[in-house]
């Protein structure tokens, strides 16, 4: 059985930082690339960045310079360091398995539940 489990999410002011991790267990961790998604109430599903199996990274333009995404593949756990957080970066962060890196939702067939980051003004 897959399994992605999500946590570090929280309440923060603006400014501040977060650092999300994703364990993943039932598959193959480094034949995957890993990805992080958001979503806000009433918004779509968005893409934030990805890293590929052989540790690439792509972010979503939005980013700018303030989230880094890593992977530790003896731990199968990949992470999503959050910096300079502002209050639209307030959703539910999910993370995603595909065995191809892309910036879609379609090629990701194992998702995990989510953790909400609430950013205040």
């Known amino acids: 059985q897959v399994q992605l489990t999500e946590s570090g999410g929280g309440f923060v002011q603006a400014g501040g930082s977060l650092r999300l991790s994703c364990v993943v267990s039932?598959?193959?961790?480094?034949?995957?690339?890993m990805a992080w998604f958001r979503q806000s109430p009433g918004l779509e599903r968005e893409f934030v960045g990805v890293?590929?199996?052989?540790?690439?990274?792509y972010y979503a333009d939005f980013v700018d310079g303030r989230f880094t995404i890593s992977r530790d593949n003896a731990k199968n756990t990949v992470y999503l360091q959050l910096h300079n957080l502002k209050p639209e970066d307030t959703a539910v962060y999910y993370c995603a398995a595909s065995p191809s890196t892309s910036r879609a939702i379609d090629p990701y067939n194992f998702w995990g539940q989510g953790t909400q980051v609430t950013v205040s003004s």
């Open positions: 039932g598959l193959s961790f480094t034949n995957h690339a």
């Open positions: 890293i590929s199996r052989t540790s690439s990274t």
